[in-house]
């Protein structure tokens, strides 16, 4: 069969596209395509990656791999749903219309804990667990964490224990990598190290209540799944499901992913994975670089390694710059990015007084741009931290330019979209009391204690739905709680299917929505986004999963004005913008005590993921790329030191030895920093001479 399809790749894309492929190759046992060693791709930043994976998924498609045998694991839903739509196009060119038939087929692509919860249910009876375990997001786990702290006296102790969304950070840093208590008290949280007794009594009780409850938090859909594959027979019967793995942005996987994958596929045979070291970013999330640093090593003979160093998206002058920050790291794989895209001129290194003049310059080369035609959504502005960007957001305001600044809310943060999903998980789950005091609690009158009665009650019921018309009704809600006691067996009974129950929910929560909140219409649009959301599933259990693991954005947690503007500039942190690009992109504080953060300079790790920060940033860049050097900057609520402004320099990334790549400039240009009052002017008042009179 013709390959052509694989005509407009570069060699290097090309190679790993048809690595294990390659005729004579030892086929897979279904008789489909190649079940080659093991494959690590270094895809640098701009070089096709996505598309690349994509036409590797093609080709093992066309070769004839069965899709059903085929796990694709991205970081996100919406990732794997592109990676699809990717793979369908492709495999039109040689298949036609069969191609949307073969990866309609791909029923195992999505994100690691996505995929963890859907096969933890099919062997839950292998691993003592209940199938019809529920899902806690980050809030509910929060919120269930502090019940606890309650429960074991921690909250009234004279010295203030940590904050409940503390005590899970520090829970899920020491599950995710992977290591002691103390030492990650030590490592990211040592003004809690003398409570490490205390948290340890609290995790210990937090399982438990877990456990009772039924339910899973975000990490134990990884944990659970990592327990299970640690038992050689399980591991085996799950690696003997599919003949390819494949694993997009493997920099930033932690170690418990990087045991499951291995225990998947220990051999290494059909194993694929994707990623960046230079891009390895988020070790506030327990991720570690060491996992793809040391991915070849783990197999014998070792992995087979191919980098895609062509640059699709920025000019050279850009990437040369990015080049040679990056290889100051002391570690990686080594790459050097080049592209065919000539420049006009490097980046700049521009120099301002303050945060002030750093926002005045970057407002007016974004309209200078916008007026030679560069939109201003093709324009970015990138941070290490959300507050950086205060000073420029109200110079945007004043000159009324609309911008959109990333990170908002998500569905699940909406107390409107968590009180009704909320009451479908009580449906699915009456023992999970976190949801249950949240669903009791919508009823007018009931406040905790009667919410705790009720719960007590059913908890401790066989069946606790049968045994709901029986539990002591609270005394004020009148006719709300037969309302609400018809709406729990309308849904248990789930005669109504699916997604009519999500209907009949709205329905009922209407009447609590008016009265609970002022803007309700508003609130109402998110919850009929929700309905149609809900269309897309065939079931209420795999709804509740996906929207939990991987929540789309809210529409009524945006900023309404810009998103009236046809054009917005867009704001962002760099955790954020990866795997984004823009034409012209602004990096705000440049500068030490900001890039690397003051917070990030205390271990050589921590530094060096700072350093691949400043790269990200930079590697967004199509055509213009400015770093911003504040000479005084504001510190904004640092630990034991407040807020204060500060004297900078610039970044230690960038040494006097790579100068020559950027062009420097200092902003305002001479006889441009305004009117300056006339040497002879006298001043109005003498206040000096009226203080010294006051004490004689």
């Known amino acids: 069969m013709s390959a052509a399809y694989l005509d407009a790749l570069n060699p290097n894309q090309r190679r790993a596209v048809e690595h294990g492929t390659e005729v004579g190759a030892d086929r897979a046992a279904g008789g489909g395509a190649a079940a080659a060693g093991p494959l690590l791709v270094i895809a640098g930043a701009g070089s096709g990656k996505t598309n690349t994976l994509a036409h590797r998924v093609a080709h093992l498609i066309v070769g004839g791999a069965d899709p059903r045998r085929i796990l694709l694991m991205t970081f ?3 990732a794997a749903g592109e990676m699809a739509r990717r ?37 839950a009876d292998q691993i003592g667990l209940d199938p019809r375990f529920t899902i806690h997001d980050r809030e509910d786990s929060a919120d269930l964490i502090n019940l606890i702290r309650h429960e074991l006296g921690y909250s009234k102790l004279d010295s203030r224990f940590p904050a409940k969304a503390t005590c899970l950070a520090i829970y899920s840093r020491c599950v995710n990598s992977q290591t002691a208590l103390e030492d990650v008290l030590h490592a990211a949280f040592p003004w809690c190290a003398t409570w490490a007794d205390e948290l340890r009594a609290l995790f210990g009780a ?31 019967e799950i690696g003997a499901r599919f003949d390819h793995v494949l694993v997009d942005e493997y920099q930033d996987t932690n170690r418990l992913q990087a045991s499951i994958l291995l225990a998947l596929k220990p051999d290494g045979r059909g194993l694929t994975v994707v990623g960046d070291d230079a891009q390895s970013i988020y070790g506030f999330r327990a991720a570690t670089v060491r996992n793809i640093l040391e991915f070849p090593a783990h197999f014998t003979p070792p992995a087979r390694v191919l980098t895609l160093d062509q640059n699709y998206r920025s000019t050279q002058p850009i990437l040369s710059a990015a080049n040679a920050v990056i290889d100051l790291a002391p570690e990686r794989f080594a790459k050097t990015l080049w592209t ?7 980046p700049r290194l521009v120099t301002v007084r303050s945060e002030t003049d750093q926002a005045r310059y970057i407002v007016e080369q974004v309209l200078e741009r916008r007026e030679a035609g560069t939109a201003l959504k093709q324009q970015a502005v990138l941070f290490r931290t959300s507050s950086h960007s205060a000073a420029l957001e109200l110079e945007l305001t004043r000159r009324n330019i609309p911008f959109v600044k990333f990170g908002g809310l998500k569905f699940l943060d909406a107390a409107h979209v968590k009180d009704l999903l909320a009451v479908l998980r009580f449906a699915e789950n009456p023992r999970d009391r976190v949801v249950g005091f949240r669903v009791m609690q919508l009823l007018p009158g009931v406040g905790p204690a009667s919410a705790q009665r009720v719960m007590d009650h059913i908890g401790a019921a066989p069946s606790p739905l049968a045994a709901m018309p029986d539990a002591p009704a609270p005394a004020r809600t009148g006719g709300d709680w037969d309302g609400f006691l ?23 929560y209407a009447p609590h929505l008016d009265r609970l909140h002022e803007d309700a219409e508003v609130r109402l649009g998110d919850l009929m986004q929700l309905e149609q959301i809900a269309a897309g599933y065939a079931t209420r259990e795999r709804f509740l999963t996906d929207l939990t693991l991987d929540p789309p954005d809210a529409t009524s947690d945006q900023a309404g004005v810009p998103l009236l503007d046809e054009d917005y500039l867009i704001l962002s942190t760099i955790h954020s913008a990866k795997g984004q690009e823009w034409s012209s992109v602004f990096v705000l504080n440049a500068v030490d005590g900001c890039m690397p953060s003051d917070l990030g300079t205390g271990q050589s790790a921590e530094l060096e993921e700072e350093r691949r920060l400043l790269y990200v940033a930079m590697t967004r860049a199509k055509d213009d790329l400015h770093l911003m050097l504040p000479q005084r900057f504001y510190v904004h609520g640092q630990p034991r030191m407040g807020d204060r402004h500060v ?32 040497a002879s002017a006298a001043p109005r008042v003498d206040v000096g001479a009226k203080l010294k009179t006051m004490w004689r």
């Open 76 to 78: 996100s839903r919406r």
């Open 87 to 123: 793979v369908e196009r492709i495999g039109r060119k040689v298949l036609g219309d069969k191609a949307a038939v073969l990866t309609d087929a791909m029923e195992w692509a999505g994100t690691f804990h996505g995929v963890g919860a859907r096969l933890l249910r099919e062997i």
């Open 206 to 236: 937090y399982v438990e209540a877990k456990q009772a409850q039924t339910v899973l938090d975000y990490d134990d859909l990884l944990l659970y799944w990592a327990q299970a594959m640690a038992e050689p027979a399980i591991a085996a």
């Open 340 to 346: 065919d895209r000539a420049a006009d001129g490097p």
């Open 486 to 508: 018809g709406l729990i067996a309308d849904l248990a009974g789930r005669e109504l299917g699916w997604p009519a129950e999500l209907e009949r929910v709205r329905q009922w």
């Open 647 to 678: 004297y900078a320099q610039r970044t230690r990334f960038i040494p006097r030895s790579l100068l020559d790549l950027f062009e420097t400039v200092s902003w305002p240009p001479a006889g441009q920093a305004g009117p300056a009052a006339p």
